[in-house]
Antibody, heavy 117, light 113 residues
Framework: EVQLVESGGDLVQPGESLRLSCAASGFTFSNYWMHWVRQAPGKGLVWVSRINGGGSTTTYADSVKGRFTISRDNAKNTLYLQMDSLRAEDTAVYYC??????????WGQGTLVTVSS | DIVMTQSPDSLAVSLGERATINCKSSQSILYSSNNKNYLTWYQQKPGQPPKQLIYWASTRGSGVPDRFSGSGSGTDFTLTISSLQVEDVAVYYCQQYYSAPPGFGQGTKVEIK
């Protein structure tokens, strides 16, 4: 069974950093593109970033480019999102999702990031 | 970037009646080489992650009830719930995966009238 478990969400002040993790199990992690999607409270889904199976190719939404860094450790079956220079508008539940040919068949439960002074 | 626009933002339907949600992409998401539309639909209930319902615009996911159906091609797509049930109360999102970034529609909230 595919499982994705996010962790690392917290309450931080504007300008601070946070690293999210997504532990994957039940599939060959290195074979899949992985994505981060976020959802602000009461709002819709917003794609954030993606990384290919080998970790060599990454893409970011314009809203996080230059501040967030996606990475993965295939030996640990773990996906990461390093978030720097956090802003109030980054407040959201962050989901990791596994992508296959038809996009996101598997999602984690999400981890809440709150940016507030 | 391809922009996805859903309509309506919300709708209230009586139990057992039909619910129809529309999704429009800013450019065609039909890939001519395989004649597939790169569109998926998700259902999200409160406090839960999204669940994939439909992919390739019209293929139901495993275990998805057959009252859910997807249609359309090119730039215009529809998700239909043929007979609304209580458990279908949720927000529904379309997403294109034709090109990066894989953007979502803004969501449509379905409630019971």
């Amino acid at each position: 069974e595919v499982q994705l478990v996010e962790s690392g969400g917290d309450l931080v002040q504007p300008g601070e950093s946070l690293r999210l993790s997504c532990a994957a199990s039940g599939f060959t992690f290195s074979n899949y593109w992985m994505h981060w999607v976020r959802q602000a409270p009461g709002k819709g889904l917003v794609w954030v970033s993606r990384i290919n199976g080998g970790g060599s190719t990454t893409t970011y939404a314009d809203s996080v480019k230059g501040r967030f860094t996606i990475s993965r450790d295939n030996a640990k079956n773990t996906l990461y999102l390093q978030m720097d220079s956090l802003r109030a508008e980054d407040t959201a539940v962050y989901y990791c999702a596994r992508a296959d040919a038809t996009m996101f068949g598997n999602w984690g439960q999400g981890t809440l990031v709150t940016v507030s002074s | 970037d391809i922009v996805m626009t859903q309509s309506p933002d919300s709708l209230a339907v009586s139990l057992g009646e039909r619910a129809t949600i529309n999704c429009k992409s800013s450019q065609s998401i039909l890939y001519s080489s395989n004649n597939k539309n790169y569109l998926t639909w998700y259902q999200q209930k409160p406090g839960q992650p999204p669940k994939q319902l439909i992919y390739w615009a019209s293929t139901r996911g495993s275990g998805v009830p057959d009252r859910f159906s997807g249609s359309g091609s090119g730039t215009d797509f529809t998700l239909t719930i043929s007979s609304l049930q209580v458990e279908d109360v949720a927000v529904y999102y379309c997403q294109q995966y034709y090109s990066a970034p894989p953007g979502f529609g803004q969501g449509t909230k379905v409630e019971i009238k």
